[in-house]
């Protein structure tokens, strides 16, 4: 019984804790190889508390579940540019990977 007591304790106090997110990100698929070997994720959205938007493309081999490739990323810099440039200029800068895994978006 008492370590019933003691778990109960634990998990309440485990739960009772603030949480809070530091990123905001979504991730999307854009697209798959003609035999879904490599598939192509974006991940963009808001980095930390200063609102500041970013994207990143990913290229992963599902059959031997690793990443292929990995972009170093696209930040808003001084120009104040909004997610959707940050998102457009992050596939831009992707899409000689893309075609060279025969990835259509």
Avoid: C
Avoid at 4 to 25: C, E, P, R
Avoid at 32 to 53: C, I, L
Avoid at 55 to 64: E, G, S, T
Wanted: glycine content about 6%; cysteine-free; overall charge positive.
């Amino acid at each position: 019984m008492m370590k019933i007591v003691m778990f109960g304790a634990i998990l309440f106090a485990g739960s009772a804790t603030k949480v809070q997110a530091k990123n905001m990100i979504r991730i999307k698929a854009l697209g798959s190889s003609p035999r879904g070997q490599f598939v192509a994720f974006e991940e963009f959205g808001y980095m930390n508390d200063s609102k500041t938007p970013f994207a990143r493309i990913r290229v992963k081999n599902v059959w031997k579940d690793k990443y292929v490739h990995k972009s170093d990323g696209v930040w808003a810099d001084e120009d104040n540019k909004k997610l959707d440039q940050v998102r457009a200029k992050a596939i831009d800068l992707a899409k000689k990977q893309l075609e060279k895994f025969n990835i259509n978006t």
